[in-house]
């Protein structure tokens, strides 16, 4: 198995930046690509970004693209969520998600942080 725990979230202003962090730990030599995703109150879970594990290769939403950007740290076992130029449509729980190679689904998840931008 894997686990993956979330770190650095809060609550931050309007145009404000926050790193969020992922830890992983265990059989991590299964993980194929990593993503975070973020749920809103009353709001369907949405996948922000998402990184290769191996190759470094990335994929980012075309609603955070050019304010969010996803990296990894494989030494680490980390992979980062830098966000800037936030909006309080941003206020959500943010997951991160581990998914195996072979498999269409991201089966680790982490617990979430909750990210809030006040107006």
């Known amino acids: 198995q894997v686990q993956l725990v979330e770190s650095g979230g809060g609550l931050v202003q309007t145009g404000g930046s926050l790193r969020l962090s992922c830890t992983a730990s265990?059989?991590?030599?299964?993980?194929?690509?990593m993503g975070w995703f973020r749920q809103a109150p009353g709001k369907e879970r949405e996948i922000l970004a998402s990184i290769n594990w191996s190759l470094g290769s990335t994929y980012t939403a075309d609603s955070v693209k050019g304010r969010f950007t996803i990296s990894r740290d494989n030494a680490k076992d980390m992979v980062y969520l830098q966000m800037n130029s936030l909006k309080p449509e941003d206020t959500a729980v943010y997951y991160c998600a581990g998914g195996e190679k072979g498999t269409a689904v991201y089966g680790f998840w982490g617990q979430g942080t909750q990210v809030t931008v006040s107006s």
């Open positions: 265990g059989r991590t030599f299964r993980l194929f690509r």
